[in-house]
């Protein structure tokens, strides 16, 4: 099945430095790449969807600048934790749709736990 | 109302035990179905499509009712591996992003 990377794994940082993780399809091209973020016991919520060569769509309540998304090739999106802070401190997951695959659903990469001390 | 609702559980359950979860979901022109699963700390992994006539898969049964708007999976013969969340989750297609339900989850019981 589809494959989906994600680095790093696991990051911890300093209150006001930014991060930055990527998301790579392996064995398909991904027009479309999403970000999720998981606080624990909590449900995943969409933060933005990704879509290469233009800006990305964040959802309600979610602040562009301050997670910046890059979506450059067909294979990788990234996303920047820009100044990050305690409360930032989650699951960041992307998944990725392949266009050609069966059944139509979307591919999850490992997921990055962020924490800021 | 949320887009995709869930029973949180817990639910406890003996191995070898059936166990059904249901979800209902709000946009009638919702157009895929999924049931993921998600290991603790882990991220979400795809366990079954969802169609309306029906699937089963090993001891996994799932089922769509489109005028209820009603997801079903069924577990038979539980294992203590199933133990987990089970996310129920809803597509508009294209290249809209997954809609997921909070998650019900299961713990099975030596």
């Known amino acids: 099945g589809a494959v989906v990377s994600q680095h790093p794994s696991r990051v911890i940082c300093k209150s006001g430095t930014s991060v930055k993780i990527e998301c790579r399809s392996l064995d398909f091209q991904a027009t479309t790449m999403f970000w999720y973020r998981q606080f624990p016991k909590k449900s995943l919520m969409l933060m933005a969807t990704?879509?290469?060569?233009?800006?990305?769509?964040?959802e309600q309540g979610v602040e562009k600048d301050k997670f910046l998304i890059n979506h450059a090739s067909l294979t990788l999106s990234t996303l920047t934790v820009t100044s990050a802070h305690p409360e930032d401190s989650s699951f960041y997951i992307c998944s990725a749709r392949d266009p050609s695959g069966a059944p139509w659903g979307q591919f999850f990469g490992p997921g990055t736990r962020l924490t800021v001390l | 109302r949320k887009e995709v609702e869930q029973d949180p559980g817990p639910f406890n359950v003996p191995e070898g035990a059936t166990v059904a979860f249901n979800c209902t979901y709000s946009n009638s022109a919702s157009q895929s179905f999924f049931w993921y699963r998600q290991d603790c700390r882990k991220e979400p992994k795809l366990l079954m499509s969802?169609?309306?006539s029906g699937n089963e898969d090993g001891r996994f049964t799932a089922q769509l009712n489109r005028a209820s708007q009603y997801i079903s999976l069924l577990i038979r013969d539980s294992k203590l591996s199933d133990s987990a969340t089970y996310l129920c989750?809803?597509?508009?297609?294209?290249?809209?992003?997954?809609?997921f339900g909070k998650g019900t989850r299961l713990s099975v019981i030596a």
């Open positions: 990704s879509n290469e060569g233009s800006k990305a769509t964040y």
């Open positions: 989750v809803v597509n508009m297609g294209g290249n809209t992003p997954l809609v």
């Open positions: 969802v169609y309306s």
